[in-house]
């Protein structure tokens, strides 16, 4: 009869310990499914935003081209050109100055001639040669400036 008890008492443990593994795993199966999905609706939802940042940001470059395409045109008719430039150039300072309301016509300046720095080479080499200005005469017409190459100084908002 002890026996008999004995192997009912783990008869009982051994299929409750089946049932509980059981649960267990239809609890976790459900919940890795339920993950899947969740990992499934990110992926999906960051590659759609990717592709719309991607998309944004092309439309923005084409759009700043076009903008700096009709500055340029603008510019290049004499009369029309001098009040453009100088528009441009008033509106560039102020937009700056609302970032850095301490700083003087002077700071933007150098500022700009810094960061223009950076790339007046490469616009000059696309130049013709016979109307490429030399380099002394480009450096002659940069501001004098205190930390010019400072690039943590200011920055220039476009």
């Not at 049932?19 to 339920?34: C, E, F, H, M």
Request: aromatic letters at 6%; proline letters at 4%.
């Amino acid at each position: 009869m002890f026996r008999l008890f004995r192997w009912l008492r783990n008869t009982v443990v051994l299929m409750w310990l089946c049932g509980a593994l059981a649960v267990s795993t239809v609890a976790l199966g459900i919940q890795a499914l339920t993950l899947t999905a969740q990992v499934a609706t990110a992926t999906a939802s960051a590659s759609a935003a990717a592709l719309r940042h991607r998309k944004d940001m092309a439309k923005a470059v084409s759009k700043a081209k076009a903008k700096a395409r009709l500055r340029r045109v603008l510019v290049a008719i004499p009369i029309v050109g001098t009040g453009a430039a100088v528009a441009f150039e008033t509106r560039d300072f102020q937009n700056w100055q609302t970032v850095h309301p301490e700083g003087t016509f002077s700071d933007y300046s150098c500022e700009v001639a810094s960061l223009s720095a950076e790339v007046v080479d490469e616009v000059l080499q696309d130049l013709p040669e016979t109307v490429r200005p030399t380099p002394a005469m480009v450096l002659s017409q940069l501001p004098e400036c205190e930390n010019l190459t400072d690039p943590a100084r200011f920055t220039v908002d476009q």
